[in-house]
């Protein structure tokens, strides 16, 4: 099952970081570099996908993929409202620890009144729990 956990942390940091890149046009390293606080959360980003890995390959050994499902569309979700800022709509990037994590409210209040962004990072969490089902019902057989 370590094998397991590895390999859906890389999935999950994959994906995670596909969404950082597109939502930052490109340009993540480049305002991280003027605000430290993106390496910050970049940090918290990595910490927390190796922590729903276990904790979701764990709760899949009970056939329960519908809370995997949930986690991961929390997580992607969140990945995209904390760095949506300062490259959407206009906005000023936020300097802060407090002001970057009430902004990136923000962002997933509005965006969640969209029909294509959730839908797309649903499938996307879909997709990764119920594969992440088969792949730890076949290591139980």
């Known amino acids: 099952m370590k094998t397991l956990i590895v390999k859906n942390t890389l999935f999950t940091l994959f994906v995670g970081f596909s969404i950082v890149w597109l939502i930052s046009l ?3 390293f480049v305002t991280a570099s ?3 606080v993106d390496y910050l959360y970049l940090v918290f980003g990595v910490a927390l996908a190796i922590l729903i890995s ?4 764990r709760d899949l050994q009970q056939n329960s993929w519908h809370k995997s499902f949930g986690i991961y ?12 800022d300062g490259h959407q ?3 000023s990037h936020s300097d802060s620890f407090l002001d970057k994590l009430f902004m ?8 969640s009144f969209s029909f294509i962004v959730p839908l797309v990072i649903g499938l996307l969490a879909f997709v ?3 594969l992440l ?3 730890v019902e076949n290591r139980r057989i």
């Open 73 to 84: 569309f929390t997580y992607y979700f969140g990945a995209l409202g904390l760095f949506a």
């Open 104 to 111: 990136s409210g923000i962002y997933i209040f509005v965006f």
């Open 89 to 91: 709509a206009g906005w």
């Open 128 to 130: 990764q729990a119920y």
């Open 133 to 135: 089902s088969i792949a």
């Open 54 to 57: 276990v904790y979701t390959v």
């Open 26 to 28: 490109g340009k993540f």
């Open 34 to 36: 003027q605000y430290p």
